[in-house]
């Protein structure tokens, strides 16, 4: 029941996870066991698909955690995004070895191409899984320690600690596209082979990192409840609506701040990490400021301070997004942007808000029958 405890009276949030676990079952049944010609036949490319949403949704509900319960609207998310996906490409680099274009079996191609003589100090060490896996955590957390530990102590607020946190990922963008860098450059980290020896081309370790994105939600979503519904969480959202009034009465502030905004930014790592494999790629686009505020309109339209909110709006936007882009490609951001202005509007409360309005409502005539009785 201790592990139950967070999700208590969280409808919604079960019933996520309820469809979460169906679709675990169910996806890799459809691909490895069901003939291709059948309809019910669910392809490796949708199962990448369907991997890459759930790392989106893990993204959306490390948004949610800052913005919903503790009142921060970060437009840097993507960063924390991004560099947990360079920590995994880089172990990916690693792997590849002398099977290169170029045969180096220590430098990657891209090293080998612009006269690197050497490995780079801070590329040591990834050619061992546990300390990528270290590094996923350790990197992410560390620059949103430092980064939450000035501004918090400063006590920079509102949209000013908006735009600052956009200039942080504003400005890892353009230092990743430098080639000196060591990471890249524009082209950044690709032509991945395997990871922890699978390749990463078969149907087997595509569903083995669909699986290891859902359990990671599960697992994110889980551990987002605990520190809501903890005394952490009432006091982050009493600091959410009256800072000056939690300060006054002896609370410090600015460590309920760094403690959650730290958390929020080690998950959006974890779900870099889970996407790079899955897409192939990691480059400097990703610390792109339009992808930090897209992240935001997920959030907005699935339901802000819900968490599954985020997961609903992650995953229905990313899903238009494939659908439109393929379809009318040049219509999607203004299709985009008039969702987000039509649920401001007229669901101020997001998609989760209007599920638990109309749940409401079913449930009251039958509250009245039981008066009546």
Same mark, same amino acid.
């Given at each position: 029941?201790?592990?139950?405890?967070?999700?208590?009276?969280?409808?919604?949030?079960?019933?996520?996870?309820?469809?979460?676990?169906?679709?675990?079952?169910?996806?890799?049944?459809?691909?490895?066991?069901?003939?291709?010609?059948?309809?019910?036949?669910?392809?490796?490319?949708?199962?990448? +698909?369907?991997?890459?949403?759930? /790392?989106?949704?893990?993204?959306?509900?490390?948004?949610?955690?800052? *913005?919903?319960?503790?009142?921060?609207?970060?437009?840097?998310?993507?960063?924390?995004?991004? @560099?947990?996906?360079?920590?995994?490409?880089?172990?990916?680099?690693?792997?590849?070895?002398?099977?290169?274009?170029?045969?180096?079996?220590? +430098?990657?191609?891209?090293?080998?191409? @612009?006269? *690197?003589?050497?490995?780079? &100090?801070? &590329?040591?060490?990834?050619?061992?899984?546990?300390?990528?896996?270290?590094?996923?955590?350790?990197?992410?957390? +560390?620059?949103?320690?430092?980064?939450? &530990?000035?501004?918090?102590?400063?006590?920079? =607020?509102?949209?000013?600690?908006?735009?600052?946190?956009?200039?942080? !990922?504003?400005?890892?963008?353009?230092?990743?596209?430098?080639?000196?860098?060591?990471?890249?450059?524009?082209?950044?980290?690709?032509?991945?082979?395997?990871?922890?020896?699978?390749?990463?081309?078969?149907?087997? /370790?595509?569903?083995?990192?669909? +699986?290891?994105?859902?359990? %990671?939600?599960?697992?994110?979503?889980?551990?987002?409840? &605990?520190?809501? =519904?903890?005394?952490?969480?009432?006091?982050?959202? %009493?600091?959410?609506?009256?800072?000056?009034?939690?300060?006054?009465? #002896?609370?410090?502030?600015?460590?309920?701040?760094?403690?959650?905004? =730290?958390?929020?930014?080690?998950?959006?790592?974890?779900? #870099?990490?889970?996407?790079?494999?899955?897409?192939?790629?990691?480059?400097? #686009?990703?610390?792109?400021?339009?992808?930090?505020?897209?992240?935001?309109?997920?959030?907005?339209?699935?339901?802000?301070? /819900?968490?599954?909110?985020?997961?609903?709006?992650?995953?229905?936007?990313?899903?238009?997004? =494939?659908?439109? !882009?393929? %379809?009318?490609?040049?219509?999607?951001?203004?299709?985009?942007?008039?969702?987000?202005?039509?649920? !401001?509007?007229?669901?101020?409360?997001?998609?989760?808000? @209007?599920?638990?309005?109309?749940?409401?409502?079913?449930?009251?005539? !039958?509250?009245?029958?039981?008066?009546?009785?």
């Amino acid at each position: 029941m201790g592990l139950l405890q967070p999700l208590k009276g969280d409808t919604g949030g079960k019933i996520m996870l309820a469809v979460l676990a169906l679709i675990a079952v169910l996806v890799p049944i459809l691909n490895l066991l069901v003939p291709e010609g059948n309809p019910l036949h669910v392809s490796t490319f949708t199962v990448t +698909l369907l991997g890459k949403y759930l /790392t989106y949704a893990l993204l959306a509900v490390a948004v949610d955690l800052v *913005w919903g319960y503790l009142g921060i609207l970060s437009l840097g998310h993507g960063a924390f995004f991004a @560099l947990g996906g360079y920590a995994m490409g880089m172990y990916l680099m690693r792997q590849i070895g002398d099977r290169g274009v170029y045969g180096d079996p220590l +430098l990657p191609d891209f090293m080998v191409f @612009l006269d *690197w003589q050497q490995l780079p &100090w801070f &590329w040591q060490g990834f050619d061992q899984f546990w300390y990528a896996a270290l590094m996923i955590l350790l990197v992410p957390g +560390l620059l949103a320690f430092v980064f939450g &530990w000035l501004a918090f102590r400063s006590r920079v =607020t509102g949209v000013y600690l908006s735009i600052i946190t956009q200039a942080l !990922t504003y400005a890892l963008m353009l230092a990743f596209f430098r080639n000196e860098m060591g990471f890249g450059g524009n082209n950044g980290l690709t032509d991945f082979k395997d990871l922890l020896g699978f390749d990463l081309q078969s149907d087997g /370790t595509r569903i083995g990192l669909f +699986l290891a994105s859902a359990l %990671a939600l599960a697992l994110g979503y889980w551990a987002c409840r &605990w520190i809501v =519904t903890s005394k952490l969480g009432r006091v982050a959202v %009493a600091v959410r609506d009256a800072e000056s009034r939690v300060r006054f009465i #002896g609370y410090r502030v600015d460590r309920v701040k760094l403690a959650i905004w =730290t958390f929020s930014a080690v998950l959006a790592g974890v779900a #870099g990490a889970l996407y790079v494999p899955q897409v192939g790629i990691i480059n400097p #686009g990703e610390f792109s400021p339009l992808n930090s505020i897209e992240l935001v309109v997920w959030v907005a339209i699935g339901g802000r301070a /819900t968490l599954y909110g985020a997961v609903i709006g992650a995953v229905l936007v990313n899903y238009g997004k =494939t659908v439109f !882009t393929g %379809a009318f490609p040049e219509a999607w951001l203004f299709v985009l942007g008039g969702l987000f202005v039509l649920v !401001t509007v007229f669901l101020p409360a997001g998609i989760a808000g @209007l599920l638990k309005t109309l749940r409401r409502r079913r449930s009251e005539p !039958t509250a009245l029958k039981e008066k009546s009785a």
